[in-house]
């Protein structure tokens, strides 16, 4: 007959769907009561309208199912009480009450494993958001934990681009990111009553929103990138991300045309001032070739990525060129890099993914 | 600030009589709690473009101040909240090595680049 404890040790490897740790560890397992062929699990969820509840069950009954000689599982499941869901935000922290911004398990603290890249063009309309979808798609292809952190607070896409809706779950003060083909995505459109709601506010509560998305989010400490989507310009938004973050690194975007890169270099240029590394520059838009054969029509001019590379120094991590199923995949929530990862944009994409990594290498997972 | 500026390693702490900060390539600045209030970079105390105070002297920040926390901007800079209330600087890392630092060294290399002074 199986032992309490091998019943432990079988759903250890149930993960909480939402906050990716064993439910074991987050204390979430209550009771087990064996007689015979029949197992009982009481188990205790974070919040009574938990969305993903069934899949937790279902999760417990297999493998508690795979054990010798178990013929039932009944799984009951229950809800924390305040104290125990402080306990596990506490857990969650790293052990540390206090919000995430000094736990261990948080990117803000020094020795954290998490590289983040903050996306800036300077100029609007070059394709930051696209850029940063697929650079996300990209690195997730590549076996990374990727998550996007939506920044442009007034102008949010990310949720459109990669075709994720719906609301965060809310664990007392503690949000947990929504996820999309692995990649964990916080955007103000997830907050919002619906997504053609517009956000009319001054400096202070942008600063209020992207704190809360920096320090609130369980983003997990698992996670290898954040790749931060920042607004058009060097303003309130760019400035709090700055300020916040102990150390993270800068991607600039722009299209090849004078007027978008000399924009851009003025985002080095804060970059700078805040002492946060540039470490590359993408071009979009670089050129439109209708087939192959075609020779490449240079439609907003040649080489504006390669020369403000140059300007700052840093290598220039692609040219991506203009292509119908990129702006398609952006509308339809699906990022060129997952429906056709083969087409050229997708593979300049996944280049660009590559320079990434080797310029900010995540350390070696345990 | 290019990559290449120093950083600090280690700051002192708001009981200690002097301000000290050990930089990453081991210079040592010291300051004292005075002269960092009087040298705050924030607009109410610097100005802006429409608005020039006059620079604060010795006459308004008493030698008795001191800061009561101190905190870590982002990658670039220290914000001290002084006990007359004060809070708004922002003291970028630039200005507390180049510009505040009142070790030996450092004084006696603004002195020499200050226009009009004898050239050695």
């Keep these: 007959m199986v032992t309490r404890e091998q019943v ?61 000689g178990i013929n039932t599982v009944d799984v009951n499941l229950g809800v924390m009480s305040q104290e125990q869901r402080q306990g596990l935000i506490t857990k969650l922290h790293g052990g540390q009450t206090a919000s995430a911004f000094k736990g261990p398990g948080s990117f803000l603290g020094p020795n954290s494993p998490t590289r983040v890249i903050a996306i800036a063009s300077g100029k609007g309309g070059v394709g930051k958001s696209t850029v940063t979808v697929n650079l996300a798609a990209a690195l997730s292809r590549l076996g990374h934990k990727v998550g996007i952190l939506d920044a442009d607070v007034y102008g949010f896409s990310i949720p459109k681009m990669l075709g994720v809706h719906g609301r965060p779950t809310l664990i007392d003060q503690m949000i947990i990111p929504l996820e999309r083909d692995g990649i964990r995505v916080i955007s103000m459109g997830f907050l919002l009553p619906d997504e053609d709601q517009a956000v009319i506010w001054r400096g202070p509560l942008l600063h209020k929103t992207l704190t809360t998305f920096i320090g609130e989010v369980h983003w997990g400490e698992d996670l290898e990138y954040l790749l931060i989507d920042l607004p058009p310009g060097t303003g309130d938004i760019s400035l709090t991300i700055a300020q916040t973050l102990p150390q993270s690194y800068m991607l600039v975007v722009t299209t090849p045309q004078d007027a978008a890169s000399q924009v851009a270099r003025r985002s080095a240029k804060m970059a700078e001032k805040v002492n946060m590394e540039v470490i590359g520059v993408i071009e979009n838009m670089s050129y439109f070739q209708p087939t192959p054969k075609d020779p490449p029509v240079y439609i907003f001019g040649k080489g504006g990525g390669a020369k403000l590379a140059a300007e700052i120094g840093v290598p220039l991590f692609g040219e991506i060129p203009l ?44 | 600030m290019s990559p290449r500026m120093p950083t600090p390693v280690e700051t002192g702490s708001v009981t200690d009589r002097e301000f000290t900060i050990t930089w990453s390539d081991g210079h040592r600045s010291r300051y004292t709690w005075q002269r960092l209030r009087m040298g705050c970079p924030c607009a109410r ?35 001290f909240v002084w006990m007359d209330g004060h809070d708004t600087g922002i003291y970028p890392f630039p200005l507390l090595r180049l510009e505040l630092c009142e070790c030996e060294e450092c004084v006696a290399r603004r002195a020499a680049a200050a226009p009009g002074a004898p050239s050695a």
């Design chain 1, 8 to 68: 432990l040790e079988a759903l250890k490897d149930v993960q909480d769907p939402e906050l990716h740790r064993s439910i074991v560890d987050l204390d979430m397992v209550k009771e087990v009561a064996i007689s015979d062929g029949r197992v009982r699990v009481d188990a205790l969820l974070t919040i009574s309208g938990c969305p993903l509840r069934e899949t937790i069950v279902e999760s417990i009954k297999a493998k508690v199912a795979a054990l010798p």
């Design chain 1, 323 to 366: 292509d119908q199923s990129v702006r398609e995949g952006g509308d339809q929530g699906r990022p060129v890099m997952l429906t056709t990862p083969n087409s050229p944009a997708a593979l300049a994409f996944r280049s660009a993914a590559e320079k990434l990594r080797s310029a900010v290498p995540v350390p070696a997972r345990a």
């Design chain 2, 45 to 79: 105390c610097k100005g802006e473009w429409n608005y020039r105070p006059d620079p604060l002297t010795d006459r308004e920040v008493p030698p008795t101040i001191r800061a009561t926390s101190l905190t870590r901007v982002g990658a670039y800079a220290l914000r």
